[in-house]
């Protein structure tokens, strides 16, 4: 049987994506590719005290070069806001968004800080954690600080089997607690308003 011009051309690039997250090359390609995503996202919160896990779902945006919207909807909202190089944070009180004025560091605001650098495909130059490719898609982080360890182990991330995205982040903060993050209903390369990044 006979295929057209643009069917061979699909599966052509059907079966370059299977092997997009073969190589650092491959990964740093296809991530150069992207300009913008817009998410939905589950987290789940895993401790040893805890019978269950915390869940907690929200949106999560990003317009290259590294600009960020984090927005907890549920239980508990909350939102962090990352443009032109400033960081603003937002918890819930009394019913209404309050702007956070002095940030405490802990794992989310890392892993807020070094997402730009993921989604650019920048993993092998990066100087805050050393990065292992391994089998399954999987990119696992180890922090080259020592203070940095005592806050995360280690990160393992899942790439997507769309290329230049991200399946789930797991942050694994301690012996007996750890964070996952799955994304979900991924929207790319849209144009996004600069108001997103910069408003509640």
């Keep these: ?3 057209s011009k643009p069917t061979l051309i699909l599966l052509a690039a059907c079966l370059l994506s299977l092997g997009w997250a073969d190589s650092w090359d491959g990964i740093r390609s296809n991530a150069g590719q992207l300009t913008s995503v817009q998410a939905d996202f589950t987290q789940e919160k895993h401790l040893r005290i805890l019978a269950r896990p915390i869940i907690s779902k929200g949106i999560f945006v990003f317009q290259a070069p ?6 907890y909807l549920s239980p508990i909202q ?7 190089g400033s960081t603003r944070k937002f918890f819930q009180q009394d019913g ?6 002095t940030m405490n560091m802990d794992a989310m605001q890392v892993i807020s800080q070094e997402i730009s650098q993921w ?8 100087p805050t954690f050393q ?3 391994q089998p399954g898609r999987m990119i696992v982080l180890t922090p080259k600080q020592k203070g940095l360890a005592q806050l995360i182990s280690r990160i393992e991330l899942v790439l997507s089997d769309q ?3 991200m399946e789930s982040v797991t942050i694994y903060e301690g ?3 750890y964070t996952r993050l799955a994304f979900s209903n991924a929207v790319l390369n849209q144009d996004i308003k600069p108001t997103v990044f910069t408003n509640q």
């Design 66 to 71: 590294s600009s960020l919207r984090w927005q």
């Design 175 to 177: 012996k007996d607690s």
């Design 163 to 165: 290329p230049g995205l």
């Design 78 to 84: 909350s939102l962090l806001l990352m443009h032109d």
């Design 96 to 101: 209404k968004l309050t702007e956070e004025r």
């Design 131 to 133: 990065a292992e490719l």
């Design 119 to 126: 989604l650019a495909g920048r993993f092998t130059d990066n």
């Design 1 to 3: 049987m006979k295929m």
